[in-house]
């Protein structure tokens, strides 16, 4: 078992915030690229924000302002932190980790943005 796992996900308000955890086997510190991705029904799934194992972080548009990646070397953890979510940010959001690309994807999480 290497692949990710996810936590953190559920219902909340819109403006309203969550953190979501990505653990693994691998040591995705120091190893891998960890990206998060989401995916809302009907649509494709795409890159939200990830993080080198440098600790370069890159965000899409959709997540600047708002959304923090950030790692714990002690927990082998990879945090995704949501701010002011909005209701177009519902999707299953998925970690994924890989030394040179995303071969080890997690199940995935619910986060569902609504009043």
């Known amino acids: 078992q290497v692949q990710p796992v996810e936590s953190g996900g559920g219902l909340v308000q819109p403006g309203g915030s969550l953190r979501l955890s990505c653990t693994s086997p691998?040591?995705?510190?120091?190893?891998?690229?960890v990206g998060w991705h989401r995916q809302a029904p009907g649509s494709r799934r795409e890159l939200v924000a990830s993080?080198?194992?440098?600790?370069?972080?890159y965000y899409q548009d959709i997540a600047e302002g708002r959304f923090t990646v950030s790692r714990d070397r002690v927990m082998n953890t990879v945090y995704l932190q949501m701010n002011s979510l909005k209701p177009e940010d519902t999707a299953v959001y998925y970690c994924?980790?890989?030394?040179?690309?995303?071969?080890?994807w997690g199940q995935g999480t619910q986060v569902t943005v609504s009043s």
């Open positions: 691998r040591d995705i510190f120091s190893a891998d690229t």
């Open positions: 993080v080198t194992k440098s600790g370069n972080t």
């Open positions: 994924a980790a890989g030394p040179n690309k995303y071969t080890y």
